[in-house]
T-cell receptor
Framework: GAVVSQHPSWVICKSGTSVKIECRSL??????MFWYRQFPKQSLMLMAT?????????EQGVEKDKFLINHASLTLSTLTVTSAHPEDSSFYIC????????????FGPGTRLTVT | AQKITQTQPGMFVQEKEAVTLDCTYD???????LFWYKQPSSGEMIFLIY??????QNATEGRYSLNFQKARKSANLVISASQLGDSAMYFC???????????????FGTGTRLQVFP
């Protein structure tokens, strides 16, 4: 099956610093990747849709200048949390489309961000 | 308004018994897809089962089956012969739109925490 990886799996950073999270499709090419955020005991909330070679589409209420998304290749999308604050602490999950007419999005294992 | 509603925040089931997790949805699209995902404590999202809006038969995948009632807009997940390893959060999700099966965003419900006891 298709595999999506995320790096790092967890990160602790100080308030005011920036953190980059990578999402890679390991054995397939993904034109579209999605970034979700999940707070404890809550559901997944879509933050943005990332398309290779073009600007990401952000969901309403998500600050595009704070959450920078770059989808530079068909196998890599990155999410950079700029000037992180404690309220940005969350579980960030990416997913990737299968590259064909499949119905499934393939999810990465997630990245747990803690901002101190 | 909620597009995906899961009314059961938590469910308990005894090992080897069957359990039904409820999901209702709201859409005006004719073409849509419904998914169930399992999320264990590790956080990974595990795909369980899919039902397309035009599929006439209920989807089944091993011990998982989806009770799809289109007129009622419900897509309940049935887990048969529950196992201790089934203890996890379960999310119902919907994909809307016709732009492409796999490039449309998923909308998730609030989830149901299932606990299987011996």
């Amino acid at each position: 099956g298709a595999v999506v990886s995320q790096h790092p799996s967890w990160v602790i950073c100080k308030s005011g610093t920036s953190v980059k999270i990578e999402c890679r499709s390991l054995d397939f090419q993904a034109t579209t990747m999605f970034w979700y955020r999940q707070f404890p005991k809550q559901s997944l909330m879509l933050m943005a849709t990332s398309n290779e070679g073009s600007k990401a589409t952000y969901e309403q209420g998500v600050e595009k200048d704070k959450f920078l998304i770059n989808h530079a290749s068909l196998t890599l999308s990155t999410l950079t949390v700029t000037s992180a604050h404690p309220e940005d602490s969350s579980f960030y999950i990416c997913s990737a489309d299968g590259g064909g007419r499949t119905y499934e999005q393939y999810f990465g294992p997630g990245t747990r961000l803690t901002v101190t | 308004a909620q597009k995906i509603t899961q009314t059961q925040p938590g469910m308990f089931v005894q090992e080897k018994e069957a359990v039904t997790l409820d999901c209702t949805y709201d859409t005006s699209d004719q073409s849509y897809g419904l998914f169930w995902y399992k999320q264990p404590s590790s956080g990974e999202m595990i795909f369980l089962i899919y039902q397309g809006s035009y599929d006439e038969q209920n989807a089944t995948e091993g011990r998982y089956s989806l009770n799809f009632q289109k007129a009622r807009k419900s897509a309940n997940l049935v887990i048969s012969a529950s196992q201790l390893g089934d203890s996890a959060m379960y999310f119902c999700a919907m994909r809307e739109g016709d732009t492409g099966w796999n490039t449309d965003k998923l909308i998730f419900g609030t989830g149901t925490r299932l606990q299987v006891f011996p």
